[in-house]
């Protein structure tokens, strides 16, 4: 069975600043994608950055990037520049067993003036 | 096209009733799915649909949830005989599983069910 762990609940970033999620997973598969989404309050969750496991590369997206380590199957979040419509809950999601996401419970940032 | 839509947004129910749910999936996505998310929690997988098949369900879809998607487009989620516990939000995500399959899925704003 595959799970994710986000191992810190809650996060707070100054504007302007970096801050860094932190994501591990486990899974048997060998080609898997992970996922962050961000959802904002009472709104939609939205994809922020995607990596495919096979890709030695680190995803990046604008402010967003990530760091994927395979062998310590490990994969945290960088913001760069946090701005205020950056808070939200984020949650890191692997997708291996071929048909649905596992979630992990998600980190709350708080972006502060 | 306007993304998933979820109906209704909110849902008040007391215990005992059956509620039901809808969600209108991205037209050209083939793969459907439902999620119920807690207070505090990540997304939890209930099911999955491809086309009008469902080929997945989880233990934490109990004999009182029973899901369709009768023509492989909207699906519906219906809850019999609610209990305090199915309190939650209620998630519909969609996706292609073609061969420019990027395993992104595409949610709803999800429905809220409060059961008193």
């Known amino acids: 069975a595959q799970t994710v762990t986000q191992s810190q609940p809650e996060m707070s970033v100054q504007e302007a600043e970096t801050v860094t999620l932190s994501c591990t997973y486990d899974?048997?598969?060998?080609?898997?994608?992970l996922f962050w989404y961000k959802q904002p309050p009472s709104r939609q969750m939205i994809l922020v950055i995607r990596?495919?496991?096979?890709?030695?590369q680190n995803a990046t997206e604008n402010r967003f990037s990530v760091n994927f380590q395979k062998a310590a199957k490990s994969f945290s979040l960088k913001i760069s520049d946090s701005q205020l419509g950056d808070a939200a809950m984020y949650f890191c999601?692997?997708?291996?067993?071929?048909?649905?996401?596992?979630f992990g419970k998600g980190t709350s940032l708080l972006v502060t003036p | 096209d306007t993304g998933v839509s979820q109906d209704p947004r909110h849902k008040i129910t007391k215990r005992g009733q059956n509620v039901t749910f809808r969600c209108d999936p991205i037209?050209?996505?083939?793969?459907l799915y439902w999620y119920r998310q807690t207070l505090g929690q990540g997304p939890e997988f209930l099911t999955y649909?491809?086309?009008?098949?469902?080929?997945?369900k989880s233990r934490l879809l109990s004999d009182r949830f029973s899901a369709e998607r009768p023509k492989g487009s909207f699906s519906t989620l219906e809850i019999q005989r609610t209990e305090q516990g199915d309190s939650a939000m209620y998630l519909c995500?969609?996706?292609?599983?073609?061969?420019?399959?990027?395993?992104?899925?595409?949610f709803g704003e999800g429905s809220r069910l409060t059961v008193l």
């Open positions: 999601a692997c997708d291996g067993s071929g048909y649905a996401l596992n």
């Open positions: 995500a969609s996706s292609w599983s073609g061969t420019d399959n990027t395993g992104e899925l595409f």
């Open positions: 649909f491809q086309n009008e098949a469902q080929l997945e």
């Open positions: 990596q495919e496991a096979y890709k030695q």
């Open positions: 899974t048997s598969e060998s080609d898997y994608y």
């Open positions: 037209s050209e996505h083939n793969r």
